[in-house]
């Protein structure tokens, strides 16, 4: 079973910039797709960000051209950078593979408020 633990979440003010990270209990990143979610209040966790073992990344159209996905195979560590917030961002982040195939982690709130 793999653990995940996010990071770097907190309050922001529009137009701000957070760094989240999710460290990963086993070493999978050299072979699965993994994926940073949120979920808002009442609404449906989404991903907004895939990386794949080859590099390559996806967006969802809402965090396109504003977040940046990454990962750090030797530490077990995937990334999210977040610039450019809206209001409309707030939300706990989670990670997990892409699909998702475990667990849950216990996510991280971003908060984009004046």
């Known amino acids: 079973q793999v653990q995940f633990v996010e990071s770097g979440g907190g309050l922001v003010q529009p137009g701000g910039s957070l760094r989240l990270s999710c460290a990963a209990s086993g070493n999978i990143f050299s072979i699965y797709a993994m994926g940073w979610y949120r979920q808002a209040p009442g609404k449906q966790r989404d991903v907004v960000a895939v990386i794949i073992s080859d590099g390559s990344t996806n967006y969802a159209d809402s965090v396109k051209g504003r977040f940046t996905i990454s990962r750090d195979n030797a530490k077990n560590t995937v990334y999210l950078q977040m610039n450019s917030l809206k209001p409309e961002d707030t939300a706990v982040y989670y990670c997990?593979?892409?699909?998702?195939?475990?667990?849950w982690g216990q996510g991280t709130q971003v908060t984009v408020s004046s």
């Open positions: 997990n593979s892409a699909p998702n195939r475990w667990a």
